[in-house]
């Protein structure tokens, strides 16, 4: 007896999550509010965060977005995306790329399918590391 496909209040199937892995960012854009962030130090393990992939997987999800903060804060990041990726069709990851040049390779082997660059403007005074 399998489960149910999810469904949205309006009757329409969800076919994709995002998951938010992190809080921690390199950068100090103005316009980041970090909203409902209580414990910015409790991280999902890379355990927990596939096995809610897994379970959302087999209820019809079938992308997945890693998202933050900064996903590629996380040193064990590949390790998340390799247990994420048997469970859904598609995933991919919002980044600002700082941190991409040199982990690329290793995220593309681990099954990360697209990447979106958060880029919100080309003038240094509107976005500063931290």
């Known amino acids: 007896m399998g ?13 994709s999550l995002r998951v938010s892995v992190t809080q921690r960012c390199d950068l100090a854009c103005f316009f980041c509010h970090r909203e409902g962030e209580h414990d910015p130090g409790r991280e999902m393990t890379p355990a927990e965060i596939g096995r809610i992939v897994e379970v959302a997987g087999g209820l019809g999800v079938s992308k997945a977005k890693v998202t933050g903060g900064e996903p590629l804060m996380r040193k064990d990041i590949v390790e998340v995306i390799r247990l994420i990726s048997p469970h859904v069709k598609e995933v991919s990851m919002t980044t600002n790329s700082l941190q991409l040049p040199g982990r690329a390779i290793a995220l593309k082997k681990a099954g990360l399918k697209r ?4 880029l919100h403007s080309l003038k240094r005074e509107s976005v500063r590391r931290s």
């Open 3 to 15: 489960l149910e496909p999810l469904v949205d209040s309006f009757g329409r199937p969800v076919s």
């Open 115 to 118: 990447v979106n660059i958060s």
